[in-house]
């Protein structure tokens, strides 16, 4: 699909690099375990804006 002519190009460069950004940030975002939000966890009285 794509020749060594390409990658070699600052295109084929810049398209390396937001591949191995894109890679690096899902398999960094696979290993957070989020906590559930503060508002979420909160059990107390509730205001309604009008």
Do not use: N, W
Not at 12 to 31: D, I, N, P, R
Not at 33 to 50: F, K, N, R, S
């Amino acid at each position: 699909m794509f020749d060594r002519s390409f990658f070699a190009s600052k295109l084929g460069q810049a398209s390396l690099a937001s591949v191995a950004a894109m890679c690096a940030f899902v398999a960094l975002s696979t290993q957070m375990h989020v906590a559930p939000a503060y508002a979420a966890a909160l059990h107390g009285e509730t205001v309604e804006i009008a």
